[in-house]
């Protein structure tokens, strides 16, 4: 009986692929930093381009758009709330005060505590997720399998193990 595991040879141009799918994220928060779902769109868009490669590819294909999936109401929640803060201090939307006159400054009193902290938090975590985001990109393309904490398990279910690399026949 022959106790040696077969294991399945991934290809340098594998990890790279797979650990691109990471990038697409740092390429749209370049190309679409004040909205926060060009980064899920671009993620999506590799995804879709690399569908019929490797299972490996694919995999980590997914765990990004996952990654990014965990940041959108986070980001959109920011969006929006700086987008009335600026609505409401133009003009477009009116407030008054409780004199019936317009304020000085309204802009500077739609930035409050709450709003400040929440940015501070949106700041924080979109930092956190883009160095997390290069160093796993990084660790793939070197060839190591990073599995982001509750996103793995996820991406494990979401991914099909049909074999669709037409090249590795």
């Known amino acids: ?6 294991y399945k040879v991934i290809h340098q141009n594998e990890y790279e692929q797979a650990g691109n799918s ?3 994220t740092v390429v749209g928060v370049i190309a679409g930093l004040p909205l926060p779902i060009i980064n899920l769109i671009a993620s999506f868009c590799y995804y879709l381009a690399k569908r019929k490669s490797s ?5 980590h294909s997914i765990q990004a758009i996952l990654a990014q999936l965990i940041l959108i109401p986070f980001n959109s929640i920011a ?7 600026i609505l409401k201090s133009s003009g477009l ?3 008054y005060g409780n ?5 000085i400054l309204p802009l500077l009193e739609g930035i ?5 902290f929440y940015m501070l938090f949106i700041v924080l975590f979109n930092t956190f997720e883009f160095f ?9 393309k070197k060839g190591e399998n990073v599995r982001w904490f509750l996103i793995a398990g996820i991406t494990d279910r979401l991914c099909s193990k049909e074999k669709r690399d037409i090249y590795n026949i």
């Open 1 to 6: 009986m022959n106790n040696q595991k077969t």
């Open 22 to 24: 990471y990038l697409m």
């Open 55 to 59: 299972y490996f590819v694919r995999w």
């Open 79 to 85: 969006w929006a709330w700086t987008l009335g803060i």
């Open 93 to 95: 939307i009116a407030e």
């Open 99 to 103: 004199d019936g006159r317009h304020h």
């Open 112 to 116: 409050t505590a709450p709003y400040l």
């Open 132 to 140: 997390a985001v290069i160093y796993t990109s990084i660790k793939v």
